[in-house]
């Protein structure tokens, strides 16, 4: 019969032989939540509904025909590639829940809406087995008709295989017939509150940096606005909320574009698709402020000094033109004014930099991480004792630690984080600490002395 061996907990065994532990040495340990996650909520004419559909940035660059419908190139792109320059991923909602799909005799659109209309099918002999057919699927755009799919060597219709863009109906057997476009598809009922409410039901257990809405609807804005408040303030759930033109929110979760989009037959507020990607994907230890515009739309920039003031004052970001003549760069680039919220109504508990959105980042993912480390290694797993809420305090100080070397706060000491103490209840803990968010110069006061 064999020794005894294997793990032990209390020197109680019976049989002789070795009992032995593998455990890992106890250190600090720091994991910091990565950033770049965007959201929203459009009205399409192509793509899957009722979901919540994960997007990265190299799926729209390569496969954008499949997820939206249209080339990464198309004008109803527009929006989206301002989105991606920063974001990387976003989790999509398609408004239009009632879509209706194209169709034909031969085949279905995959996803309803008005861009089925534009995919044709073909049945034609194989021209190396006359016995046999090719049946061929285009997608028409701007009057361009492209092969999409294409299956050849077909002998029944049972042989057929459903692609990205048509599932196809059941047939008995072939019949030849020219490229017939599918006929039928519409985008649904007009977009209501309630499809914005079921993107909010949704989008809920998601993780993201940053909801944006294009729209100037003052009903879903606040709607938005309500949830942000909600989530932030009683589940724990961090991210800002990007909006056009609103002046009223007046709350750190809430950023507020001003420039109205001047292009032709575009949403004044499209410029929010850039800023969503960008405030998204900042980092913690990043602002910004003074960041060149880099995507398509035109804006209205020309704002004399005292306005571009009261729009930082009133909690709006603005572009505005930067020329630098001694360059030669008369023109000037548009850049973003100051990385500022909606919320302007400061006091002792709550000051002016809880405005700076650099701020907000530093807080939000220290939220983020610090509830992380514990319930990914603490809740449930480790004793309240003195030893146990040590170990939190040291994973904690690292955590802070590494924020403090990539410079999103500053002058941070382990005496900042108090040690742990046990709460009212039992498995209770309670820690207080403190940190100082470092933000990026935006103002120069110089004074030159002449001798």
């Known amino acids: 019969m064999a020794l005894g061996g294997g793990y032990w907990l209390f020197q109680n065994k019976t049989l002789p032989g070795a009992y032995i532990n593998f455990v890992s040495k106890n250190k600090a340990f720091a994991e910091i939540v990565d950033r770049g996650y965007a959201t929203m909520a459009l009205s399409l004419d192509w793509g899957e509904t009722g979901k919540i559909v994960r997007v990265e940035q190299e799926e729209f660059q390569k496969d954008s025909v499949k997820?939206?419908?249209?080339?990464?190139?198309?004008?109803?792109?527009?929006?989206?590639r301002d989105l991606f320059i920063n974001t990387k991923t976003l989790y999509l909602y398609r408004l239009n829940s009632d879509a209706v799909k194209?169709?034909?005799?031969?085949a279905t659109a995959t996803c309803g809406g008005v861009r089925g209309n534009d995919i044709a099918v073909a049945i034609s002999a194989d021209i190396n087995d006359a016995s046999k057919f090719?049946?061929?699927?285009?997608?028409?755009?701007?009057?361009?008709?492209?092969?999409?799919?294409?299956?050849?060597?077909?002998s029944t219709p049972k042989e057929l295989v459903n692609n990205a863009y048509v599932t196809f109906n059941e047939m008995s057997a072939f019949t030849a017939q020219a490229a017939t476009y599918l006929t039928g598809g519409t985008n649904g009922t007009a977009v209501q509150a309630s499809d914005y409410q079921k993107y909010i039901e949704l989008i809920e257990p998601f993780y993201f940096n940053v909801l944006g809405?294009?729209?100037?609807?003052t009903t879903i804005q606040n709607l938005f606005i309500a949830f942000a408040k909600r989530t932030r303030e009683t589940t724990g759930q961090k991210f800002q909320v990007a909006l056009y033109n609103n002046t009223r929110a007046n709350y750190e979760g809430v950023i507020s574009l001003a420039n109205k989009v001047t292009d032709s037959g575009a949403e004044p507020g499209a410029g929010v698709y850039w800023l969503t990607g960008a405030e998204a994907s900042c980092p913690i230890n990043k602002?910004?402020?003074?960041?060149?515009?880099?995507?398509?739309?035109?804006?209205?920039v020309q704002y004399k000094q005292y306005e571009l003031e009261q729009f930082i004052k009133g909690g709006q970001?603005?572009?505005?033109?930067?020329?630098?003549?001694?360059?030669?760069?008369?023109?000037?680039?548009?850049?973003?004014?100051?990385?500022?919220?909606?919320?302007t109504e400061f006091s002792k508990e709550r000051t002016k930099d809880f405005a700076l959105n650099q701020v907000i980042r530093v807080l939000d993912n220290s939220a983020y991480d610090v509830a992380r480390l514990f319930n990914n290694y603490y809740l449930g797993k480790t004793p309240n004792d003195k030893d146990g809420r040590i170990a939190l305090w040291n994973d904690i100080v690292k955590l802070f630690e590494d924020y403090a070397?990539?410079?999103?706060?500053?002058e941070f000491e382990s005496k900042d984080v108090q040690i742990p103490t046990e709460g009212d209840e039992k498995g209770s803990v309670v820690v207080n600490y403190e940190i100082n968010p470092t933000v990026a110069m935006d103002k120069l006061y110089a004074t030159c002395y002449v001798k």
Request: overall charge neutral; aromatic content about 10%; glycine content about 8%.
């Open 102 to 106: 194209a169709q034909s005799t031969v």
């Open 134 to 154: 090719v049946v061929t699927t285009y997608l028409k755009t701007d009057d361009v008709v492209k092969k999409v799919d294409e299956q050849t060597g077909l």
């Open 67 to 80: 997820i939206f419908g249209y080339d990464y190139a198309h004008e109803k792109m527009k929006g989206l």
């Open 405 to 410: 070397k990539v410079r999103a706060i500053k």
């Open 287 to 300: 602002s910004l402020t003074n960041k060149i515009y880099d995507g398509e739309y035109n804006f209205n």
């Open 213 to 217: 809405y294009t729209g100037s609807d």
């Open 317 to 343: 970001i603005v572009f505005h033109n930067v020329a630098d003549s001694a360059s030669g760069n008369v023109k000037g680039n548009t850049r973003l004014l100051s990385d500022v919220n909606t919320f």
